[in-house]
C-alpha cells in the first residue's frame, strides 16, 4: 500500500489550500485516514481524522473551523482542505493510514503511534 500526498505549495496569509492523499489498494473502506504536520524544529502535530470504526471526522483545535476532511472514494483519494491559511499553519503536511478495527481509542489516533502507512508528505509555506 502506497499514500502519496500532493497539493502543498506557497500562499498567503488567509488564502486557502487543497492537499491530496491518494491511497493505492482500495484501501480507503477499512482504513481510518489521517493527516499530521510537522513545522521546522517542531514535533509531528495531528491534524485531523477520518475514523472508520464510527464514521466520524475529528479535527485538532488547532484547525478546526478552518480545516475540512473530506474522500472520493471513487479514486481512493482524501482531501485536506484548508481555509482561511494562517502563518503558523507552515509545516510539511503527512497523510497516514492504519486498519480501523474499532479496537483503538482516539487518544491512540492523535499520538500518531499505530499508522501502517506514511505518505511521503507535502510543504505548506504560508507567508505573512
Known amino acids: 500500500v502506497q499514500l502519496q500526498a500532493s497539493g502543498g505549495g506557497l500562499v498567503q496569509a488567509g488564502d486557502s489550500l487543497r492537499l491530496s492523499c491518494a491511497a493505492a489498494?482500495?484501501?480507503?473502506?477499512?482504513?481510518?485516514m489521517a493527516w499530521f504536520r510537522q513545522a521546522p524544529g517542531k514535533e509531528r502535530e495531528f491534524v485531523g481524522l477520518?475514523?472508520?470504526?464510527?464514521?466520524?471526522?475529528y479535527y485538532s483545535d488547532s484547525v478546526k473551523g478552518r480545516f475540512t476532511i473530506s474522500e472520493d472514494n471513487a479514486k481512493s483519494t482524501v482531501y485536506l482542505q484548508m481555509n482561511s491559511l494562517k502563518p503558523e499553519d507552515t509545516a510539511v503536511y503527512y497523510c497516514?493510514?492504519?486498519?480501523?478495527?474499532?479496537?483503538?481509542?482516539?487518544?491512540?489516533?492523535?499520538?500518531?503511534?499505530?499508522?501502517?502507512?506514511w505518505g511521503q508528505g507535502t510543504l505548506v509555506t504560508v507567508s505573512s
Open positions: 497516514a493510514a492504519s486498519y480501523d478495527s474499532g479496537i483503538f481509542r482516539l487518544g491512540q489516533w492523535v499520538q500518531g503511534i499505530l499508522y501502517d502507512y
Open positions: 489498494g482500495r484501501i480507503l473502506r477499512n482504513y481510518g
Open positions: 477520518i475514523k472508520r470504526s464510527n464514521n466520524r471526522i
